[in-house]
């Protein structure tokens, strides 16, 4: 059974850095790709980023781009999103998750089939 854990959110100013983890479990993790999204109270879940199986390949939100990274260590099971000069706006539970497929940087949440529970992150203003 594949399961998805995320760490590392918490409360934070704005302007501020926070780096989650999602550490997967259950099968063969360097196949396939693994992506991040968030949800804000009273908003629909959105896109954040995601990358290839390898890494060599990543894709952002507009909204997020040149502040967020995405990586991963295939040996350690584990993706990371990296969030720099963090705004109120990026206040959400950060999900992780995992297709069910191998290859592509899938974007809508319906191409994903497994999800970790989330970790809240705020930033204050």
């Known amino acids: 059974q594949v399961q998805l854990v995320e760490s590392g959110g918490g409360l934070v100013q704005a302007g501020g850095s926070l780096r989650l983890s999602c550490a997967a479990s259950g099968r063969t993790f360097t196949s396939y790709a693994m992506g991040w999204f968030r949800q804000a109270p009273g908003k629909e879940r959105e896109f954040v980023a995601t990358?290839?199986?390898?890494?060599?390949?990543?894709y952002y939100a507009d909204s997020v781009k040149g502040r967020f990274t995405i990586s991963r260590d295939n040996a350690k099971n584990t993706v990371y999103l990296q969030m720099n000069n963090l705004k109120p706006e990026d206040t959400a539970v950060y999900s992780c998750?995992?297709?069910?497929?191998?290859?592509?940087?899938?974007?809508?949440?319906?191409?994903?089939?497994?999800w970790g529970q989330g970790t809240q992150v705020t930033v204050s203003s």
């Open positions: 998750a995992s297709p069910n497929f191998v290859g592509g940087l899938p974007t809508t949440p319906g191409a994903y089939a497994y």
């Open positions: 990358s290839s199986w390898g890494g060599s390949s990543t």
